[in-house]
């Protein structure tokens, strides 16, 4: 089975531009996972979308922000980027029949705002 | 507030060894707790949940709900154990996909 894919795999923007991040499940996977992993601060949870709607963010500002389409394929974008956004962003995707926790990790895109 | 520290940010230990990588963590609900694993040039991966009671590559996980701690454990390290380990709090219950991670844990098993 395909693992969860990302693009690009590497982004480098200046700071105060915009970052598009994308991101494609598992096939048969409906809920997409966001978490940004910067440097000495773990993974940190961003979004949560499922069959289509926002169902969860974590701490983080509205310039974060994101949607999933109707294939369950999910963008990520960073509006007004800061220095402080760069970092390892990661997606991931569950089965229904795992009670979303057991999430399936892509390979990450590493943002660069410089 | 919902919380996981994972205090040693590296642990190592030679191969053969016993190794325990700490998890400590604040929830006021009924916890369920992750361990997942992303060695080195690969995904991270899920490697067990407390709730299994599992042992996966003869790891083992205990919730201890009065110490707070899901500490995972190894009788006897494998070079191939080496990763970076992470533990994670599943927020909330039901259907809810959030995961807190704590920092991570960078295992070293020497030979």
């Known amino acids: 089975e395909a693992g969860v894919t990302q693009s690009p795999t590497h982004l480098i923007k200046t700071r105060g531009q915009q970052a598009t991040l994308r991101c494609s499940p598992i096939?048969?996977?409906?809920?997409v996972y966001w978490y940004q992993q910067a440097l000495g601060l773990g993974l940190q949870f961003l979004l949560w979308y499922d069959e289509g709607e926002e169902r969860n963010r974590g701490n983080f500002p509205p310039r974060f922000s994101g949607r999933q389409f109707p294939n369950y394929s999910s963008e990520l974008n960073v509006n007004a980027l800061e220095l402080e956004d760069s970092a390892l962003y990661l997606c991931a995707s569950t089965p229904l029949d795992r009670g979303h926790y057991e999430q399936y990790f892509g390979p990450g895109t590493r943002l660069t705002v410089t | 507030a919902q919380r996981v520290t994972q205090p040693e940010k590296l642990l190592s230990v030679f191969k053969g060894a016993p190794v325990e990588l700490k998890c400590n963590y604040s929830y006021s609900g009924s916890p369920e707790l992750f361990w997942y694993v992303q060695y080195s040039r690969q995904r991270l991966q899920l490697l067990l949940r407390?709730?299994s009671r599992e042992s996966i590559k003869g790891f083992t996980a205990d919730l201890n709900k009065g110490e707070t701690s899901f500490h995972l454990k190894k009788p006897f390290a494998q070079e191939e154990d080496s990763a970076m380990y992470y533990c994670?709090?599943?927020?909330?219950?039901?259907?809810?996909?959030?995961?807190?991670f704590g920092q991570g844990t960078t295992l070293q098993v020497k030979p």
């Open positions: 994670a709090l599943r927020h909330g219950s039901g259907n809810t996909g959030k995961l807190i």
């Open positions: 096939s048969g996977h409906t809920s």
């Open positions: 407390h709730i």
